[in-house]
C-alpha cells in the first residue's frame, strides 16, 4: 500500500500560477502510473492529468489541457502539477492517485490509492 500527501495548493487570483506535489512512500512509486483528479462542491471527481510509469505518456482532460503539466521524479518519489492561467473553474480540491498498472489510464475506479486532497481556490 501506498501512502500518498498532496501539498501545494492554496488561493490564487485568476491568471495565476500554483505548483501541486504529491508525495509517495510505501509501495513503489515508479512502477505505477499516476493521475491528479479534481472535486468541486457538488460534483463528482473528474480526471485533470495522468502520466505513466516512466513519465513518457501524458494524458490531459480537455479543460486543463495547455495550461497544466504533470510531470513525476521517480528518485523523488514525486508527483507534481503545474497550474497556470488559472481559472474560476479550476477551484476544487485536487487529489493525486495512484493507478494498479503501468499505464495511462482517466477512469478514477482503475486507481487504487488516493492521497488526502488540497484544495485550490481562484478568485476572480
Known amino acids: 500500500q501506498v501512502q500518498l500527501v498532496e501539498s501545494g495548493g492554496g488561493l490564487v487570483q485568476a491568471g495565476g500560477s500554483l505548483r501541486l506535489s504529491c508525495a509517495a512512500s510505501?509501495?513503489?512509486?515508479?512502477?505505477?502510473?499516476m493521475g491528479w483528479f479534481r472535486q468541486a462542491p457538488g460534483t463528482e471527481r473528474e480526471f485533470v492529468a495522468a502520466?505513466?510509469?516512466?513519465?513518457?505518456?501524458?494524458s490531459y482532460a480537455d479543460s486543463v489541457k495547455g495550461r497544466f503539466t504533470i510531470s513525476r521524479d521517480n528518485a523523488k518519489n514525486t508527483l507534481y502539477l503545474e497550474m497556470n492561467s488559472l481559472k474560476p473553474e479550476d477551484t476544487a480540491v485536487y487529489y493525486c492517485?495512484?493507478?494498479?498498472?503501468?499505464?495511462?489510464?482517466?477512469?478514477?475506479?482503475?486507481?487504487?490509492?488516493w492521497g488526502q486532497g488540497t484544495q485550490v481556490t481562484v478568485s476572480s
Open positions: 510505501g509501495r513503489t512509486f515508479s512502477s505505477y502510473a
Open positions: 492517485a495512484q493507478r494498479r498498472g503501468r499505464l495511462l489510464g482517466t477512469d478514477p475506479g482503475d486507481f487504487g490509492s
Open positions: 502520466i505513466s510509469w516512466s513519465g513518457g505518456s501524458t
